[in-house]
């Protein structure tokens, strides 16, 4: 698509999963077909309350910045086709990744696929060909089992398995989390450091 509705367009730190801490321009598209109850971006589900920009405007405002990592969240941001978008960033030389709760289709151009599979939607069956990482956010404790289903079904060899406990439960969680860890030594512990830090 040449145009993509747009929330916010801006320069951080990843602040969880495989790339914590690297210097990150994110590009959140704005609509969603998930509607988690516990999502801390709600505002991003309604796509028309967001502008439409064209990739080319999306593109030069990532130019502004001297980071060559690029997020491409949501929202869902599978709810569009990514990819003139992630084509062009790539042209100028940014390394493209996305986070995704996999309900559609994704184009083959992206650099990196960060899995987060949620329960209020089922993936799209062809996620699990092109995870490089996979990161369940633990609700309740029987998501960890469920964490494990998808990890089985993870067709990469080389994929990270993370495991985070949902912001608002951590404490109440990470006893669990943490056993879950010690038993299942290949998976790892993400945080949302970027809310520790109070940071976007």
Not at 8 to 19: A, D, I, K, N, R
Not at 145 to 164: G, L, M, P, R, S
Request: net charge negative.
């Amino acid at each position: 698509m040449n145009e993509l509705p747009v929330m916010e367009q801006f320069l951080t730190l990843q602040g969880e999963g495989y790339h914590t801490g690297k210097s990150a321009v994110f590009i959140r598209l704005a609509g969603c077909d998930v509607g988690c109850v516990w999502c801390d971006v709600k505002e991003s589900w309604d796509a028309e309350k967001h502008p439409v920009l064209s990739v080319s405007e999306i593109v030069k405002k990532t130019l502004d910045y001297r980071t060559d990592f690029v997020v491409i969240t949501g929202g869902e941001p599978t709810l569009y086709d990514l990819t003139i978008l992630v084509d062009t960033l790539k042209k100028q030389n940014k390394y493209v990744a996305i986070e995704t709760a996999g309900t559609n289709p994704l184009p083959d151009n992206i650099d990196w696929v960060c899995f987060s599979p949620k329960k209020f939607k089922k993936p799209h069956p062809s996620i699990y060909q092109k995870v490089n990482e996979l990161k369940v956010v633990v609700y309740h404790p029987s998501d960890l089992k469920w964490a494990i289903e998808h990890a089985d079904k993870v067709v990469n060899n080389d994929a990270h398995f993370y495991i985070q406990p949902e912001w608002s439960r951590s404490d109440e969680h990470f006893p669990l989390v943490l056993s879950f860890l010690n038993e299942n030594p290949h998976w790892r512990l993400s945080l949302q450091t970027h809310k520790f830090l109070n940071i976007p």
